[in-house]
């Protein structure tokens, strides 16, 4: 049996969304949120294990969720019929100069991530998850990529902010490498942009092979 489609995405960012829908994946989003700051411990967890934990722990509320009925699935998809749904979750972080960085809180935390990118390379660490319903049968998969930013950015972090606004706000580490005005700081990437973005193309399709092969 092939992976039952859509996919149901457990998360409201539009750059996860723009990714599958570059992948010709069809998928509808169900997202539930959860208390990630309870999970794990950012500055002892290795950044792989704090990312797969989220990611995990995305997974399983959204499926208590789907159980209970309290989220709905699409019309087109049944637990009942014989192939399920397959839902995909995913978190990131970004590390810089050995600090875990997720979301920036205010402005203000933006520019101070945004100073320490012109001092050392930020390293973005995602992690997604698979799950069926209702096998629950679950698969995970990590990624990582290092961008490599302009000595400019230091004099210039502040007016950088006040473009992006509140999109700072919506992203680990605070800086959408696909926006305009953060990709002209951008010097290399190392490692797919996609990656960058909080999705890897390459692991979805992994995902989606290791789980059509479990449920033949």
Do not use: W
């Not at 920036?104 to 012109?118: G, H, R």
């Amino acid at each position: 049996m092939k992976v039952p489609l859509p996919l149901i995405l457990g998360s409201n960012s539009p750059t996860r969304s723009l990714i599958l829908s570059q992948l010709g994946i069809p998928f509808e989003k169900r997202v539930i949120s959860i208390d990630e700051k309870a999970i794990g411990d950012r500055i002892c967890d290795d950044p792989f294990d704090l990312v797969t934990a989220v990611a995990i722990a995305k997974a399983n509320k959204l499926v208590e969720a789907i159980e209970s009925k309290e989220i709905s699935l699409p019309p087109t998809c049944s637990l009942t019929d014989g192939f399920g749904v397959c839902i995909l979750t995913a978190d990131q972080v970004v590390v810089c100069a050995g600090k875990i960085l997720e979301k920036p809180e205010s402005l203000d935390e933006a520019k101070a991530f945004a100073s320490m990118y012109a001092i050392s390379p930020a390293s973005t660490h995602g992690a997604m998850v698979l799950t069926h319903l209702p096998s629950k049968l679950q698969f995970t998969a990590t990624d990582t990529a290092t961008v490599r930013f302009s000595e400019s950015l230091l004099q210039e972090a502040d007016s950088l902010v006040a473009k992006l606004g509140d999109e700072c706000l919506s992203c680990a580490g605070g800086m959408m490498v696909e926006n305009e005005h953060v990709s002209k700081y951008i010097t290399s990437i190392d490692g797919d942009i996609d990656s960058v973005m909080g999705l890897s193309k390459k692991n979805v399709l992994e995902l989606l092979s290791r789980m059509g092969d479990k449920l033949v």
